[in-house]
């Protein structure tokens, strides 16, 4: 599928976005930046943003009648100072004779961290922002592809912005932002601008209107601007361009407070209860009232709900498969019902169980939890209100064999079915058939934890609902359409073992595909190792085997939610190579940006660039009821990627010629919560924690 001429120009298309130095906001070009109306400026989008824009013009002469436009534009603030666009640009003619035109490209632009400079300005307005980026970095088969500079001075509610930007050769069309540019931005108020600009080759005016920021629900930011090409001869027609942006965060987390540094040596093995401890234990335990506690646990989902007692410390078990997004909400849920039911007991002590395995221990003091419960900052505590964290198998089985139990488990998570019903979507993005071709259906998962710790029985069955007509019967993409039937039925076995987590499945991966896996994992506070090892055979005419053996490691960025990891080996369909993939975490949301490269014997290596966004399509807590729970899907995805080093940019959408062996309900998934229980991630967003227990006590 191979990208056709485009002629790309300074298109219109605006937002006012991110988190800005200046007070005039500002815009997205369609050519992949923030800034006016086609130049940019020296702003980046606010980290955890996304933009999602639209615009009937493609280039920077106005709309001519003899062609159709269309120009989509996804940008992502990924890191402070930092911000990535994605941009698809279709033009189809209305002569058939002509030949449609369609590009997909990639830009990135770093902004400068406002820092002290040598040159002192007699006024702060003097003092310039400055920016550089690239456009269009994917692949050799550019339309685009261009270096800027620019610096931008705000004054009050007037912005201006000066630079220099150099456009590669093989762009097909001169409109490019080329040469030295500039932009001025009157706001006069917080819903309008005026805006004149010139890109090198022509002058441009126009007018946007916002949404003032926070008038809207969910953190949205609408604007609709209109554009008049002053150096226009083949039509007046101004054009026009729409646009949203919101967090990619659905849970919007207070900053963190100094009061939740807790360092990793906070998390040595407790203290071993003494044989006269374990007589009060004996004593305590007939005398605590555990009714109503059990009462609110219940109702709120939770399963295998078991309490102990040691010393003064009220021990409380639970199977956590209820709170869907992120199992911090569950440890916040589970303080403050301690906090409203358990009056008599000073300290708490929570162990989370996933697939009935411990996972996690924490400990607070009630004392500590007061300061959360007024709001303050802590007064009265010297240590965190989290005290222990424990991950290890031998710290909380060390702690959980000196509890003296009061109770058997309640409400049994063993043989109760957990139904998940999702939508699934194959599609193809940017091709010479059309802009957007898909086969979209319903997933529906079965989960059924079995009769002994860590054994989970699944299967999922696909429901195809509609698909475009390059999907259907006679389509150029029918075989990679959605069917009818079972997609997957795998039987999973999850161990663990001090550091080292495994897990083994056996079953159907894919439709006429069988066999078995085993995973594992080495973790430690930054550090993640594993290993990947499969045999499956294809029951199709050449009774194809399948032998994907991958190492991989994963390092922690620390003190920001942000992941690399590789992974190298012999992948699914026996192409060797590897795949490099830098992760953000915005809450409960996942961007990841991935390079792979792979090759089959006697062919040449392929490789791709993509971005994969990640996010629960569920409520936040699942339907729990007696025999059954009901829910969405913790993390839903979608990707796209493009071939990258080859003359043709081959666009994928959600399948791709290089596919790759991403186990399903893998270790990080199913037993770390997406890896969100790891200790440096729980210590970065105790807030998170915090505001939960702030709902559930003032509900």
Not at 459 to 466: C, S, V
Request: hydrophobic share 35%; with cysteine.
């Amino acid at each position: 599928m191979q990208n056709k001429p485009l002629m790309l120009g300074c298109m219109t298309l605006t937002l006012a976005c991110g988190t800005s130095v200046y007070a005039v906001d500002s815009g997205v070009s369609p050519a992949g930046y923030s800034g006016a109306l086609s130049t940019p400026n020296a702003e980046s989008i606010g980290v955890g943003d996304v933009v999602l824009a639209y615009t009937n013009s493609i280039d920077a002469q106005a709309h001519h009648p003899d062609f159709t436009d269309h120009n989509y534009v996804l940008g992502i603030g990924l890191l402070p100072y930092v911000e990535v666009f994605g941009r698809l640009a279709d033009r189809s003619y209305d002569n058939p004779k002509l030949i449609g035109l369609t590009d997909l490209s990639t830009s990135i632009k770093f902004t400068v961290p406002d820092m002290p400079w040598l040159v002192r300005f007699p006024h702060p307005a003097l003092k310039p922002h400055l920016a550089v980026g690239v456009t269009d970095i994917a692949g050799k088969a550019q339309k685009s592809h261009s270096y800027y500079g620019v610096a931008s001075w705000q004054y009050q509610k007037a912005g201006l912005s000066l630079g220099y930007a150099e456009t590669a050769d093989v762009v097909y069309n001169k409109t490019n932002v080329d040469g030295i540019f500039g932009s001025v931005t009157i706001q006069p108020t917080d819903w309008l601008q005026g805006i004149a600009e010139y890109n090198g080759q022509d002058a441009q005016v126009g007018v946007r209107v916002m949404s003032p920021q926070n008038s809207l629900p969910l953190a949205l930011r609408i604007a609709a601007d209109v554009r008049y090409d002053l150096s226009n001869e083949d039509g007046k027609q101004a054009k026009w361009g729409v646009s949203v942006q919101r967090p990619l965060a659905f849970v919007a987390e207070r900053p963190q407070v100094a009061l939740n540094n807790i360092t990793p040596t906070t998390a040595e093995v407790l203290p071993l209860v003494t044989a006269s401890a374990q007589v009060q234990n004996e004593q305590t335990a007939v005398s605590i009232p555990t009714h109503n506690l059990e009462q609110i646990l219940k109702k709120q989902g939770f399963q295998d709900i078991r309490f102990g007692t040691e010393q003064d410390t009220l021990v409380i078990s639970v199977e956590s498969q209820s709170y869907l997004w992120n199992d911090l909400d569950a440890i916040g849920a589970i303080l403050a019902a301690f906090y409203n039911a358990s009056a008599d007991m000073e300290n708490v002590k929570i162990i989370l169980n996933k697939q009935q395995i411990p996972v996690m221990m924490v400990s607070s003091q009630r004392a500590c939890l007061a300061t959360w419960q007024q709001q303050t900052a802590q007064s009265v505590c010297k240590t965190p209100v989290l005290h222990h964290l424990h991950f290890t198998p031998q710290q909380i089985s060390a702690a959980m064999a000196e509890t003296q139990w009061i109770n058997a488990p309640v409400q049994s998570s063993s043989l109760r079915p957990r139904i998940g019903l999702s939508p699934i979507l194959n599609y193809t993005l940017g091709t010479e058939y059309g802009v957007l071709d898909y086969s979209l259906g319903m997933a529906t998962t079965v989960e059924i934890p079995l009769w002994w710790q860590g054994l989970l029985a699944e299967t999922q069955y696909t429901q195809p609902i509609e698909e475009s007509a390059d999907f259907k019967r006679g389509g150029v993409f029918y075989d990679q359409r959605l069917q009818a039937g079972i997609k997957r039925a795998m039987l999973h076995q999850y161990l663990r073992h001090d550091r080292m987590d495994t897990h083994v499945a056996v079953g159907q991966l894919y439709p006429n595909t069988y066999g078995s896996f085993v995973e594992g994992q080495f973790n430690s506070d930054y550090h993640q190792f594993s290993a990947t090892l499969g045999y499956f055979e294809q029951n199709n005419d050449t009774q194809t085997r399948h032998q994907p053996m991958l190492l991989g490691y994963r390092y922690q960025i620390p003190y920001y939610d942000a992941q690399i990891a590789v992974k190298a080996g012999e992948f699914f369909d026996g192409d060797r190579g590897l795949k490099v993939e830098s992760r953000f975490m915005f809450a409960d949301t996942d961007v990841n940006i991935f390079f792979q490269k792979t090759k089959h014997d006697q062919q040449q290596a392929r490789s791709y660039v993509g971005l994969e966004i990640a996010l629960p399509l569920t409520p936040r807590r699942a339907y729990t009821h007696s025999v059954l729970q009901i829910k969405g899907s913790e993390e839903y995805k979608q990707s796209f990627m493009t071939r990258v080093n080859h003359r043709k940019n081959y666009v994928e959408g959600s399948w791709g010629n290089a596919r790759l062996f991403d186990v399903p309900y893998n270790i990080d998934d199913i037993l770390f919560n997406r890896d969100r229980l790891s200790r440096t991630y729980i210590l970065q967003h105790t807030a998170r924690i915090q505001q939960v227990f702030q709902q559930e006590i003032h509900p």
